[in-house]
């Protein structure tokens, strides 16, 4: 399973991105997806992830202003980011579930996208 993520950009505070992250097949259907985000010299940290039945977990820092969602053709989910902040600025990830449920455990994952750099200007 490949997937792959796109969206990323330049953009100001306060501006807004979407990311996409589609999979090589229909691996989404049935299995949760998340995404994480890595900025330089810091550890890898969940954002959010999202069920099979589109059920949504967020980390605190990006409750409120960051929208996860998927496609119903079941290969495809986004994740709308609003009121960005120079804080989250970092490579993001998308990632597929072992399991259904939406999780913030890195070790649920399976598969692993390349990511999608996100960059926010002060």
């Known amino acids: 399973v490949q997937l792959q993520a796109s969206g990323g950009g330049l953009v100001q505070t306060g501006g807004s991105l979407r990311l996409s992250c589609a999979a090589s097949?229909?691996?989404?259907?049935?299995?949760?997806v998340g995404w994480f985000r890595q900025a330089p010299g810091k550890e890898r940290e969940f954002v959010a992830s999202?069920?099979?039945?589109?059920?949504?977990v967020y980390a605190d820092s990006v409750k409120g202003r960051f929208t996860f969602s998927r496609d119903s053709n079941g290969n495809t989910v986004y994740l709308q980011m609003n009121s960005l902040k120079p804080e989250d600025t970092a490579r993001y990830y998308c990632?597929?579930?072992?399991?259904?449920?939406?999780?913030?455990?890195?070790?649920?994952?399976?598969?692993w996208g390349q990511g999608t750099q996100v960059t926010v200007s002060s």
């Open positions: 097949r229909r691996t989404f259907s049935n299995n949760a």
């Open positions: 990632a597929s579930a072992r399991g259904s449920l939406a999780t913030s455990r890195t070790d649920q994952y399976r598969y």
């Open positions: 999202i069920s099979w039945k589109s059920d949504t």
